[in-house]
């Protein structure tokens, strides 16, 4: 079955530093590809999707590409602030139902 | 934005009791819901997919008899976790899919945390 894996956290970072979260997937068929975001005391929230291969997603500063080859999608910002700390979800849906597979997801933290 | 909320936002309930939790879509229709759970450090489970006016769809492994879903209306889907138990707690989200959006973006609830005594 379809799988999504991201990279063991928590990642705690300085403000203005470089952040790579790494995401890789398994699936049958092209999936669309989905970052989320958690906010302490909310729900899960969009971040930036893709929807086809080489296709950049981008967002508040994110950016994450479909690398079809590498099937990965790993989320960057190059200078994160403390409002950034959250919890992020690395996603796939399939095409044919729209299910939702998620990683497990990473804490971020943000220091000023 | 659309906006989905639960209620409650969390719960305490004695083992045998059964609890109901609420998901509504705010401001848009929602023909599909979904239901996850969600343990400690671990990913979001889908249980099920809930359609209005029809079963739900439950995932391999969940138990429909344990976890009832009513979709009652457009904007109103129900999670009664009955008889529940100390292995039952968790945290439980919603989702809704808003098919009037120019793409089927699910838009999900804050979570309810139920813990079982």
């Known amino acids: 079955g379809d799988s999504v894996t991201q990279m063991e956290g928590p990642v705690t970072l300085s403000e203005e530093a470089f952040l790579t979260i790494n995401c890789t997937y398994t699936?049958?068929?092209?999936?669309?590809l989905f970052w989320y975001v958690q906010y302490p005391g909310e729900g899960l929230q969009l971040l930036l999707k893709?929807?086809?291969?080489?296709d950049k997603g981008s967002n508040k500063g994110f950016e994450a590409t479909y690398r079809k080859e590498t099937t990965s999608f790993h989320l960057e910002k190059g200078s994160v602030q403390v409002s950034d700390s959250a919890v992020y979800f690395c996603?796939?849906?399939?095409?044919?139902?729209?299910?939702?597979?998620f990683g497990k997801g990473i804490t971020l933290s943000v220091r000023p | 934005g659309a906006v989905v909320s639960q209620h409650p936002s969390w719960v305490i309930c004695k083992s045998g009791t059964s609890v109901k939790i609420e998901c509504r879509s705010l401001?848009?229709?929602?023909?599909?819901m979904f239901w996850y759970r969600q343990f400690p450090k671990q990913s979001l489970m889908l249980m099920a997919t809930?359609?209005?006016?029809?079963?739900?769809?439950?995932e391999q492994g969940v138990e429909k008899d344990k976890f009832l879903i009513n979709h009652a209306s457009l904007t109103l889907s129900t999670l009664t976790v009955t008889s529940a138990h100390p292995e039952d707690s968790s945290f439980y989200i919603c989702?809704?899919?808003?098919?009037?959006?120019?793409?089927?973006?699910?838009?999900f609830g804050p979570g309810t945390r139920l813990t079982v005594l």
């Open positions: 989702s809704a899919r808003d098919l009037g959006g120019t793409y089927n973006e699910q838009f």
């Open positions: 699936a049958t068929g092209y999936p669309s």
């Open positions: 893709a929807t086809k291969a080489d």
């Open positions: 996603a796939l849906s399939d095409r044919t139902n729209s299910k939702l597979t």
């Open positions: 401001d848009f229709q929602a023909t599909t």
């Open positions: 809930s359609n209005e006016g029809s079963k739900a769809t439950y």
